[in-house]
T-cell receptor, first 111, second 114 residues
Framework: ETGVTQTPRHLVMGMTNKKSLKCEQH?????MYWYKQSAKKPLELMFV???????ENNSVPSRFSPECPNSSHLFLHLHTLQPEDSALYLC??????????FGPGTRLTVL | GENVEQHPSTLSVQEGDSAVIKCTYS??????FPWYKQELGKRPQLIID?????GEKKDQRIAVTLNKTAKHFSLHITETQPEDSAVYFC?????????????FGQGTTLQVKP
């Protein structure tokens, strides 16, 4: 399945590192989302971009910084993360208010 | 804001039996209710959804019912098979036409025993 892709699939980083997660969708959608999935917790919506504008920021700490340069690409820039930020980060895309298609996720471990 | 509660957190059934997962939501303005299935190590995938102008929707062995008055909706899987084993998430959307924001329930781990 290649509709929504994410890279890298796995990432291990120290608390002082800076890294970026990338998401790309090939479905012609115009909305993109970042979710955090931790063990024993529901999917947590982090950011929503619609028509390349950020329309939702769910009180996410500033150490997470999203970027949406165009309707096909979405990034999540990470810096000075904490061990509790270790989780699966899922990207999704949709037509505005339509069915959301998820990427495979990036498994992030912060040491 | 919207809050979605999902029960049970785990469910174990024998192959061939039915499984029911229930969700409640808090915001009466919610109008879209999808269900996602996430197999181990894989991405969530939409299996069925329902909008607030419909009370029930069925697709082969799966069905979803919606009670707007009580603000709850349920997923029904009949004739369960081992491949139905996965984590199931309900969600509700109160998004305006330009956000598509989904609030997810906590998930139900379904185990179908052969």
């Amino acid at each position: 399945e290649t509709g929504v892709t994410q890279t890298p699939r796995h990432l291990v980083m120290g608390m002082t590192n800076k890294k970026s997660l990338k998401c790309e969708q090939h479905l012609g959608h115009n909305a993109m989302y970042w979710y955090k999935q931790s063990a024993k917790k529901p999917l947590e919506l982090m950011f929503v971009y619609s028509l390349e504008e950020r329309v939702e920021n769910n009180s996410v700490p500033s150490r997470f910084s999203p970027e949406c340069p165009n309707s096909s690409h979405l990034f999540l820039h990470l810096h000075t993360l904490q061990p509790e930020d270790s989780a699966l980060y899922l990207c999704a895309s949709s037509r505005v208010a339509g069915e959301q298609y998820f990427g495979p996720g990036t498994r992030l471990t912060v040491l | 804001g919207e809050n979605v509660e999902q029960h049970p957190s785990t469910l174990s059934v024998q192959e061939g039996d039915s499984a029911v997962i229930k969700c409640t939501y808090s915001d009466s303005a919610s109008n879209y209710f999808p269900w996602y299935k996430q197999e181990l190590g894989k991405r969530p995938q939409l299996i069925i959804d329902i909008r607030s102008n419909v009370g029930e929707k069925k697709d082969q062995r799966i069905a979803v019912t919606l009670n707007k008055t009580a603000k709850h909706f349920s997923l029904h899987i009949t004739e369960t098979q081992p491949e139905d084993s996965a984590v199931y998430f309900c969600a509700a959307s109160t998004g305006s036409s330009n956000t598509g924001k989904l609030i997810f329930g906590q998930g139900t781990t379904l185990q179908v025993k052969p």
